[in-house]
């Protein structure tokens, strides 16, 4: 009875999710997920439609990654594990009209995504909006231990958290290169997708891209469940997560 109404509601989000669309919903859902998680532009994907005998124009796809790339990145959210409790913070540069602007994330000594923002500048004011995103997300728990680089915002961000509330108690701060080289390696997961030439067009496409990009990255990684994690558990995910009976069927 339970599992029915569960069924009964995704079905129905399913169907305000996908309102006034001229595809089907699985369709769409395959074509974002294809973007996200494969270096392959709109024009790429529009010709492997057209192989199976649709036609989608490439700046429809454009139009299906920003409506649901963040909806993707929002339901998926919801399935992180917390972290291991020592994380790692960094930022990485992002072109966006021909302007560097700056991506902050943070991962876990694991490699376990924790948070992400981008923003205009790489400042005191960022690192303190990166902090408040990063620990007010439940059901994530606050860092005992923090690593950056040697960015001077960081401790002054850091006490920030502390004296809001954030942080239940002082973490430890560690400024290391060494131990940085697993988040910066994982920058590259997360960019190597993104335009080469001339970087995003608007700040507004740049972030909602991007929340695809991360949540896609979350997906590859797996969240903890039993067994196998292959791209067929992965399509199935996504399906749940719209109500649709299966994503990419056989």
Known sequence: MILS???????????????GRHYEAALIVQAVSWYLRYPLS???????????GMD???STLNRWVLAYAPLIEKRLRQFRKPHCGSVRIDETYIKVRGEWRYLYRAVDKHG????????ANRDLDAAKRFFRKMLQDQPLLAPDRIGTDGAGTYPPAILA??????????????????????IESDHFRVKKNMPRIGGFQ???TARR???????????????????????????????????????NRA
């Open 209 to 247: 891209t991007i929340q695809g990009f991360e949540a896609m990255l979350w997906l590859r990684k797996g969240f903890g469940f039993a067994g196998a994690w292959t791209i067929r558990e992965q399509n199935r995910l996504l399906g749940v997560c719209f109500g649709l009976q299966a994503v």
């Open 202 to 204: 608007s700040f507004r």
């Open 56 to 58: 989608v124009d490439h």
């Open 42 to 52: 709109y024009r790429d994907i529009e010709e492997l439609f057209l192989e199976r």
């Open 5 to 19: 109404a569960i069924a009964a509601k995704l079905k129905q989000r399913a169907k305000a999710d996908f309102k």
């Open 161 to 182: 958290a502390r004296n809001d509330g954030l942080l239940p108690r002082a973490p430890l701060h560690y400024v290391t290169k060494h131990l940085q080289q697993g």
């Open 112 to 119: 376990n995504p924790v948070d992400f923002l981008l923003t």
